[in-house]
């Protein structure tokens, strides 16, 4: 329960962090790679300095080269709606991707639908419409609707690539942290290329709080994703993922509404309450 609770902790100080940004005036680029490098080297450490090239010669590079583009790309959408849409709306828009592999399994991997996961299913339909329904007190527009829109997609596509990576080539919690340390490294190539490149255009200078604040979110986006292993070989999957994000949801919601006074109408919250039951169902559909 300790691995669980961690990693819920984690997790959620994750999207704080990115709340914050804007008041402490952090350049995001310069923070997300950082935190792609620190994340990398914490799972080198943690596997004893395997050699690079046996990563390159595994199996499944290809598919941590594609999950590593798609991580950055989400993690600066993630980023985005956390500050400027909310960490409620961006955590439930975060574990309602799940949807996306959970259909992929269906089309591809022929699992069995199940009425749960069916029902959980269907339940999503409303509650994204609640979720973003406009009122006096939450009207999203434009690029702010977009964000979490982008995000739902971006994470169920990255989950999606992670699901097909397991089914196919992982085989235990090991090559699962050498796929994520690969994955974390081709993130950081990315964001440097693309950091090198807007520093040189925009006459940008790397500064020490952005480096800082890089390495903070680093070690909670590594710990966050050991908590979560570890709580899974020790867990129930059954019990520990449904928990896990539902927990998520409503740990997110709660630091949003009593911490940053984020607004949302009775029909958001509505709508929140029918995604956590939506997440529940689906997850509770694996047993």
């Not at 010669?57 to 985005?80: C, E, Y």
């Not at 849409?85 to 991707?97: P, R, W």
């Not at 709080?209 to 903070?216: F, Q, S």
């Not at 979560?228 to 997110?252: A, C, E, K, Q």
Request: proline share 3%; hydrophobic share 55%.
């Amino acid at each position: 329960m300790i691995y669980l609770l961690l990693a819920l902790l984690f997790s959620t100080l994750i999207m704080v962090n990115f709340k914050l940004y804007p008041r402490l005036k952090i350049d995001i680029l310069q923070s997300i790679v950082t935190n792609y490098i620190v994340a990398f080297l914490a799972g080198w450490v943690s596997l004893k300095f395997l050699s690079p090239e046996l990563l390159v010669t595994k199996d499944w590079f290809p598919l941590s080269i594609a999950s590593g583009t798609m991580l950055i790309l989400v993690f600066f959408v993630f980023a985005s709606s956390a500050a400027k849409v909310g960490i409620a709306i961006t955590s439930v828009s975060s574990k309602m991707s799940v949807l996306i592999p959970v259909i992929l399994g269906f089309l591809v991997f022929n699992e069995e639908p199940g009425l749960i996961k069916i029902l959980g299913i269907i339940m999503s339909i409303p509650a994204f419409y609640f979720i973003f329904k406009r009122n006096e007190n939450f009207n999203l527009k434009g690029i702010l609707l977009l964000l979490p829109i982008l995000l739902f997609l971006g994470n169920g596509s990255n989950d999606s690539l992670m699901k097909t990576a397991e089914h196919f080539f992982l085989g235990n919690d090991n090559d699962m942290i050498q796929y994520l340390t690969s994955a974390f490294g081709i993130s950081f190539i990315i964001g440097l290329c693309i950091l090198i490149v807007v520093s040189i255009r925009k006459k940008k200078k790397i500064q020490i709080k952005n480096i800082g604040a890089g390495i903070v979110l680093g070690m909670l986006n590594w710990f966050s994703t050991l908590f979560f292993l570890n709580g899974l070989g020790r867990v129930d999957v059954s019990v520990f993922v449904p928990v896990f994000n539902v927990g998520i949801v409503s740990l997110g919601a709660l630091v949003g509404l009593i911490f940053f006074r984020e607004k949302l109408g009775k029909w958001n919250i509505f709508g929140l309450g029918l995604a956590v039951v939506s997440i529940l169902l689906i997850a509770l559909g694996y047993d």
